[in-house]
Structures are given as C-alpha cells and as structure tokens.
C-alpha cells in the first residue's frame, strides 16, 4: 500500500555569478550613528510571522564603471524565486576636461603669420595653453596688483563634474623631482590656489601666473592632483620670454654733396625684431645743427612692424657734416627694460661753385 506521493522538486535554472555585490547580516545593535557589527557568513533567515529583518548590501569593485546583478531570494516550500536586480556604479573624483569648459579663449590652429602672435589662448591643435609673449625681469611678488594679473595671469575653470566631492592639488610638473619627470632651473609660472575641496557641480577659478626671467621660450605642466584618483590631470602650458629689440636700416645715413640752397631728405628705417610693443626715442636731435631736420622723434612699435623716419637736410653753408643721434629703446610698461643704445651718424656735405674768369683783351 503507497501511503504518500512525493512530487519531484523542479530543476532550477542557472544560477549567475555574483561577484560585486555581497549581502550582509547585522549580528548586533547600532552604536552611535555608525553600522551595526555586520557578517557576511549568513545565507539563510527565519522570519516570525509579520517580522522585518534588515540586511545591508555591499559593492565593491576594482574597476570604474556601472554594474548590474541580481541577487536571488528563496522561501523553503515555495519553487518561486524572488529575484532583486541591483545596479552599482564605480568612478574616481573627477573634473571636466573639456578645453571649452576649461579655457576662456581657444584657437584651432597657430597662424603661420609671426605678426599674428596668439596671447593667453588654448591652441587645439598643440594641445597647449599658451601666454604669448611676456616682458622678461618683471616682479612676481607684485602679482596680486591688478595691472600685474591683467597682462602676467590666466584662470583656469577647474569644474568638479564627478558623482563626489573633490579634494585637488596643483603643481608644476617643473617642481617634481627628475625621476618624476621634472626639469632642471627654475620655472617663470606660479600657480595660486595650491589646493581646493569642491562639492559636486562647483567650479574653481584657478589663477595661473608667468613671470620669464630671460628672452626664450618656457614650457611646464600643471598638473592636477585629485584624492583617491590615481590619473593626474596633466595641463601644458608654455609663454615666451621677450625684451625691447629694434634693428635699423642704416649705421650712417649718407647724404649725397648739395649744392648751396638744396635739399635733399632720406628715410631712416626703425624695424621691431620682438614679439612685444616697444617705445623709442631718438636722442640729442636738440643739438643738430640747423641743416638737420628729423620729421618724428619718438613713437611706439608694434611687434615685427616697421616705420619709416625722415630725415631732411638743407644746404645752406658750405660744409661738411658729420653728426650723431641716438636711438633708444625701452618696454612699454616702464619698467625700464631696455635695448643698447645704437649710435645713427648723419654724413652730409653742402658746397658752392664759384666762376673766377679773367678775360684780357690785346
């Protein structure tokens, strides 16, 4: 006689690795405003009638990125699963390194053009920022005067556009030792802050200063430290040091021999040779003699430009000339940075003709 039938359970399905997500079980009560003591040894739960047990779920990963498991539940007597789809995301503290969100201004391209100079732009296809060219022995403890950080300074928009607040440092990539990737002397560019903390969605105002000390060319990083983010953010810059440097088209403006009562003019030549404005200033015109007229006596240079000077002399005795004026060169900003003195010569001569004729008649 069969006295009970037992029915075959159905074959479950397989199963999924679970490899992010754990679940844990409190083993006691909370503390303060912490976690209870938790374990993760616990798979099964019995629960009264009405009762409620919480259990914590934990994600961890080695990897950035977004995953999704799901974690399956069982009741003893029942063949249903209760299934719990769950979904983590992993990301490092992050900021945006978009150039247009970084950088005010931003060219494709350096034109090929030299009197096209680009000033305080990030250049697209080099990757770079560039600060044009400064004038070389300026003061960086005075950086914190406007007129200073309007021509010598830059901001960078430093956006925290991460999932978490950031905790940043900056530095120079010149600062590092040489097994790190520094470089030897030391660097014109200063960076102020040194380090901030922003909250999801702020931004930063990140100043970053030139100061070259000699007429070359100057390249760095800045470089972004980010907490619990093991990639730097790495920012080329580079400015170009400059100083006043004027080139004339003549050492001694000739003058061909004039006859009483001519007058003869010849254009003097000033051509900039630098890629800043410069002032100049022809000296001792004052003590020319009256035959020497000099159209302009002083004027501002653009960079690469070049302006003609007249210079007109008038016979008026007979005599020979040879006189000196002066050309000098200084910055703009009056900070008294200034090129050699050049000595220009004026070499002129004035002559009469004079017919002596004796005519005697037998």
């Known amino acids: 006689m069969i006295s009970s039938i037992l029915k075959r359970p159905p074959n479950r399905g397989e ?7 754990s679940i844990w079980t409190p083993t006691g009560e ?5 976690l209870p003591p938790l374990t993760d040894n616990v798979s099964r739960w019995v629960l009264n009638p009405k009762e409620t047990k919480k259990l914590y779920i934990k994600f ?8 999704s498991e799901t974690l399956q539940f069982e009741i003893i007597g029942s063949y249903k699963s209760f299934n719990l789809p769950i979904t983590g995301l992993c990301e490092f503290p992050t900021i945006n ?9 931003i060219k494709k391209a350096r034109p090929a053009e030299k009197e096209n100079i680009i000033v305080k732009s990030y250049i697209q296809s080099e990757s770079l920022f560039e600060f044009g060219p400064l004038l070389i022995k300026k003061d960086a403890e005075k950086r914190q005067d406007p007129t200073v950080q309007q021509v010598n300074s830059t901001v960078f928009q430093i956006t925290n556009n991460g999932k978490y607040a950031v905790d940043a440092s900056f530095t120079l990539k010149s600062t590092l030792s040489l097994e790190e990737g520094g470089q030897e002397g030391k660097s014109p560019f200063i960076i102020e802050p040194a380090e901030a903390t922003l909250s999801v969605d702020e931004t930063l105002q990140l100043r970053v200063f030139a100061f070259p000390t000699e007429a070359i060319l100057y390249t760095d990083q800045v470089v972004v430290l980010l907490k619990d983010n093991p990639n730097p953010v790495c920012l080329p810059i580079q400015c170009l040091g400059a100083k006043p440097s004027v080139t004339v088209s003549h050492d001694t403006v000739l003058f061909e021999r004039a006859l009483l009562g001519k007058t003869m003019t010849k254009t003097l ?10 002032n100049w200033r022809l000296k001792k015109t004052e003590n020319l003699s009256q035959e020497f007229t000099v159209a302009k006596t002083s004027g501002t240079l653009m960079p690469f430009k070049e302006e003609g000077i007249d210079i007109t002399f008038k016979s008026i005795s007979q005599k020979k000339f ?3 004026i002066v050309l000098e060169v200084d910055d703009v900003e009056a900070l008294g940075i200034k090129q050699e003195d050049k000595n220009i010569q004026l070499d002129a001569e004035a002559f009469n003709i004079t017919l002596n004729e004796a005519m005697q008649l037998d």
Request: aromatic share 10%; with cysteine.
């Open 15 to 21: 199963r999924s690795k679970i490899t992010k997500f």
């Open 30 to 34: 909370v503390e303060g405003d912490g």
């Open 60 to 67: 961890f990963s080695r990897k950035i990125g977004t995953f």
């Open 97 to 105: 390194q978009n150039v247009k969100n970084m950088y005010m201004n």
């Open 269 to 278: 030549t000033l051509t900039s040779t630098c890629p800043i404005k410069v």
């Open 322 to 324: 040879l006189e000196t």
